[in-house]
């Protein structure tokens, strides 16, 4: 069964931080690099950060230094620890695979929303 359930989005003031959470199926998560992905209404999905199955890992230069990604191997979890968030850190996040397949599944999501 292919599942990916975000949570542990919500609403916050700047400055502050959040914690999301990936549950993902093992069929998604298993000998694969794993990434947290972000996206407004109307916008394309964009890139924040991926964690290989070995441990190397990427963060897109907006979030350089804020945000921290790991995962579980043993649980088939993934992490996004996101601190001194900014307004514009306000999107849907999701989390999948990287790369992601064209046409692939996505899980719902979870909201952060940033105010300022």
């Known amino acids: 069964q292919v599942q990916l359930v975000e949570s542990g989005g919500g609403l916050v003031q700047a400055g502050g931080s959040l914690r999301l959470s990936c549950a993902a199926s093992?069929?998604?998560?298993?000998?694969?690099?794993m990434g947290w992905y972000r996206q407004a209404p109307g916008k394309q999905r964009e890139l924040v950060a991926f964690i290989g199955s070995g441990g190397n890992i990427y963060y897109a230069d907006s979030v350089k230094g804020r945000f921290t990604i790991s995962r579980d191997n043993a649980k088939n979890m993934v992490y996004l620890q996101m601190n001194s968030l900014k307004p514009d850190d306000t999107f849907v996040y999701y989390c999948?695979?990287?790369?992601?397949?064209?046409?692939?599944?996505w899980g719902q999501g979870t909201q952060v929303t940033v105010s300022s």
């Open positions: 093992a069929s998604i998560f298993s000998g694969n690099a």
């Open positions: 999948n695979r990287y790369p992601t397949i064209p046409y692939g599944y």
